[in-house]
């Protein structure tokens, strides 16, 4: 599976399932479709912070393939 710390590894139109600020504590994921990516650095340790088509904002923590 592809590592969602890597910039370069995620991009516009997949899916990925992203962890959303209110939900760190739980480690809650939440599906969905990437539209932007917000984070400019070629990596992070937390994940890569990504806008999905539904306007919801979170960290990659896995990409489906």
């Known amino acids: 599976m592809p590592d969602g710390r890597i910039r370069q590894n995620i991009r ?23 539209k932007d990516i917000l984070t400019n650095s070629a990596s992070h340790p937390h994940g890569i912070k ?4 539904d306007g919801q904002v979170g960290r990659v923590q896995e990409i489906e393939e």
């Open 12 to 34: 516009s139109g997949i899916t990925v399932s992203i962890v959303l600020k209110q939900d760190q504590r739980t480690g809650k994921l939440t599906r969905g479709i990437v």
């Open 50 to 53: 990504v806008r999905l088509v």
